[in-house]
């Protein structure tokens, strides 16, 4: 069933400001829209205490009215879940603060940085790793702390790529994207930047001409952004994405989230990855989901994750499959999660099993 917004004009909805004015923002308001469950109404103020709740128009419409099991829905309204707290969860598990040589910077691999130059989002996923400062406005890094974070990256030549981040990088404006691109793209060893965006997905009419003539400007430029479900993929995230590979000519991959009750099956997981390849996204990373509090309820064992994958590598064609990884607690970086494919090492050849439990012998 898809909820309305009857009072608004189809031309103030497809203005991306007009969403980000109008997010959804309390219990009453988003019970208006939704049919609460009791756990839903009891935890909402307990879990936005934590972790702010907000979501645009556009993406609440996706979600089911009356099915507290629908994956749109999991991923924004908080649950009592949240509430658990796991001694293994941290506030910070990739130990991006740990890591911060300056202000808005984390540098934890040699050869790369992510910068986070807005804390605002769109919408506030339940099981966001940033939740300790994201929606957090005061957090944000101004004109002053860009200039020191510009400094270090052009006085550490080791640094080949920087990543834009938060929050959602989009949410600045036009000229500041303009500016701060066009900084790091005059470093002469900064060899790529990359954009890590949920707009394409929460807020998708954020892409526009302008947008596009930015990017076009600053190219090459890659953006990875966050789809879970193939139901994100909407007619308007279509034209959208073909507008940012057309017009801005913008390189587009996807680093989802293995999530529980929401895309943990083989067969949501193809139609999601399907779904990407089709409208010229490639599936990039599959995460599982990191220790930060209160995602004890959205964490998928290792096990079932890696034995979905394997059903899924070798029965669709692996330029829609991505890599299944975890970022390890604690600032370890990402490991790969392959199946267990490597059965048995022999005097003089391997033996494997592939995705239909087959066994294969080869020599080396
Ligand atoms: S869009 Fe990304 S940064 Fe923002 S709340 Fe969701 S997961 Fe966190």
Redesign the pocket.
């Known amino acids: 069933m898809r909820i309305d917004f009857p009072s608004t004009d189809e031309e103030r909805r497809s203005d991306w400001k007009w969403q980000l004015q109008h997010r959804i923002k309390t219990k009453e308001e988003l019970s208006a829209k939704l049919r609460l469950t009791e756990d839903e109404i009891s935890s909402f103020e307990n879990c936005s205490e934590f972790f702010e709740f907000s979501v645009t128009p556009y993406y609440l419409a996706l979600a089911d009215p009356n099915d507290p099991r629908c994956p749109i829905r999991l991923q924004i309204v908080p649950r009592g879940e949240e509430l658990i707290r796991n001694p293994l969860e941290r506030q910070d598990p990739l130990a991006e603060e740990t890591f911060m040589p300056v202000k808005g910077v984390t540098h934890r691999y040699p050869d790369r940085a992510i910068w986070y130059l807005s804390h605002v989002?769109a919408?506030?996923?339940r099981?966001?790793?940033?939740?300790r400062k994201?929606s957090k406005s005061f957090h944000t890094p101004g004109k002053e702390e860009w200039e020191q974070a510009l400094e270090y990256f052009k006085t550490h030549s080791e640094i080949r790529e920087v990543i834009l981040s938060?929050?959602?990088p989009l949410n600045l404006s036009n000229e500041k994207l303009d500016y701060l691109l066009g900084e790091l793209k005059s470093i002469p060893h900064i060899n790529q930047v990359r954009i890590h965006s949920?707009y394409p997905v929460?807020l998708p009419m954020r892409i526009d001409s302008e947008l596009c003539a930015i990017f076009k400007k600053h190219y090459p430029l890659y953006l990875v952004t966050?789809f879970n479900h193939a139901k994100e993929i909407t007619p308007l995230v279509r034209e959208k994405t073909a507008q940012l590979a057309l017009e801005g000519g913008v390189t587009i991959l996807n680093q989802g989230v293995l999530l529980k009750g929401i895309n943990d099956s083989a067969e949501t997981l193809t139609e999601l990855f399907y779904g990407l390849t089709a409208i010229g996204i490639k599936p990039y990373y599959l995460h599982q989901c990191d220790e930060v509090w209160g995602s004890t309820g959205f964490r998928v064992e290792i096990e079932k994750g890696a034995e979905i994958m394997k059903k899924i590598r070798g029965r669709i064609s692996g330029l829609s499959v991505p890599l299944y990884v975890v970022d390890l607690t604690g600032g370890g970086g990402k490991v790969p999660l392959p199946g267990d494919y490597l059965v048995e090492k022999k005097e003089r050849s391997y033996v494997f099993r592939n995705y239909r439990d087959d066994l294969y012998e080869i020599g080396y």
């Open positions: 989002c919408v506030y996923c099981f966001c790793t940033r939740k994201v938060g929050g959602d949920r929460t966050h």
